[in-house]
């Protein structure tokens, strides 16, 4: 015998017409098949077989974790400068799921009790910034974080021009004078520091000689010395301090020029001291190579500069206008 079942909802009223085949054996009597129903609810899934109705609850969703990971950390990058960062998550959510049984009788058990969990990935892209730091401009070369020619702050917080891709890099700014610009230097306090918060070939008056030891490596300070538009590089290393002593351990690296009494930098001996607070004529009256001017050097001006700088650079009795200093 085939007899066939409209679904309906708990409320007993036809929703849809579906159709349900049941065959039943020619032993069942139409009571029997009176007495037997299905009832589906759309909202839980209920469903009724025989004498009894399952009901399921689910449970909200409630997250459980979110596992975030970076391509790359901020700790690999130089201080305050940026990079794009990829972050890529797992998030986890679970709830629960519970099957109640209810019988004709009224009695209720709990048939299925479990935590369902899913997982969801997701990724995004930001431009952040480094947190590292180093001590100079060759830590930052040799320990793979430079960036290229730009300013860096270094672990000790004091901002300086780094200069990483002439006569191999690590090269830090520690003077800069434009005379023609900026005048000569008032007082030694001037020239060992000045406009220390703006480092750079722009700033006609720029000077951090007051540091020099914080670069101090080996016991030796390896200095580079430079003229604007001019081709010429003295770079060469040295044992004392120019601000405050005479020349000793002269060690000559790279040098263009040696005319005019040059062997390294020292200060301004007593007769030369009041023309500039360092210069390159060792133990000499003149005051070629000068850094830190205080005055004028007249016969410069035919030249258009009036720092005194060597004969082999800009030619006899010229002066030149710029003077850059750097260490590593």
Known sequence: MLLMLYIDDKKGIIMKKTLISLFLLSTFSTQAAEEF???ISSEANDYVIGGFTDETTYGNWIEISNVCSFDKETSEHYFNKSFVQKKSCVKTVERTVVTERTYKNG???IIKNETETKSTTSSETNTVFGTHKEASCKNILNNGYSVGNDTYELSNGLNVLCDQTTDG???TLIFNHD??????????SEVLNVNENNPSLSTAKYSILNRIDTFKRNNKYEFRMKWKNYSATQIWKQTSNPTNSAISGYEAISIDSVSNYWGGLERGNATNSNSSLIDGSINHTNWYYAVGSFK????GLVCNGNIPLSTDVAGSSC??????????
């Open 319 to 328: 002066g030149v206008p710029n003077v850059n200093l750097w260490i590593r």
């Open 296 to 299: 004028n050097w007249n016969p």
């Open 179 to 188: 005379i023609l610009t900026a005048g000569v230097f008032t007082s030694e």
């Open 107 to 109: 009695t209720k058990e």
């Open 169 to 171: 890099g690590g090269w």
């Open 37 to 39: 129903k299905i009832i």
